[in-house]
């Protein structure tokens, strides 16, 4: 974990470094920040749903009976409905991020 840590904090700082030779300092901080949030918005969308999709076709080789009483508690729209619930959810943390992000725009310009 610390070398991960230091990984994504020299890439913070090498972004920031690159974008304050083209912009201010301010700008090029939230630029980055941005940019870092983003990415971590659709990497965690992309954890999600490409955990659903593995899960499903595991289900393919069981046996009648144990699909049979599967269905009875899971629904055969569970996947849509969590799918539909992962997006709806990553789509307002991007939204809450970025009105926030306005704000520190606003603030620091």
Same mark, same amino acid.
């Given at each position: 974990?610390p070398?991960?840590?230091?990984?994504? +904090? $020299?890439?913070?700082?090498?972004?920031v $470094?690159?974008?304050?030779?083209?912009?201010?300092?301010?700008?090029?901080?939230?630029? +980055?920040?941005?940019?870092?949030?983003?990415?971590?918005?659709?990497?965690?969308?992309?954890?999600?749903?490409?955990?659903?999709?593995?899960?499903?076709?595991?289900?393919?080789?069981?046996?009648?009976i144990?699909?049979?009483?599967?269905?009875?508690?899971?629904?055969?729209?569970?996947?849509?409905?969590? +799918?539909?619930?992962v997006?709806?959810?990553?789509?307002?943390?991007?939204y809450?991020?970025?009105?926030?992000?306005?704000?520190?725009?606003?603030?620091?310009?």
């Open positions: 974990m070398i991960l840590g230091t990984l994504l +904090s $020299n890439l913070l700082v090498g972004l $470094n690159w974008f304050a030779q083209y912009f201010g300092r301010k700008v090029a901080f939230g630029v +980055s920040t941005v940019a870092a949030m983003t990415a971590l918005t659709a990497a965690l969308f992309l954890l999600m749903r490409g955990i659903v999709g593995p899960l499903l076709g595991q289900l393919d080789g069981m046996s009648g144990f699909m049979d009483a599967l269905q009875m508690a899971v629904p055969p729209v569970a996947p849509a409905c969590l +799918s539909t619930y997006t709806v959810w990553t789509a307002a943390t991007a809450t991020w970025q009105r926030d992000l306005i704000h520190l725009f606003a603030k620091a310009g």
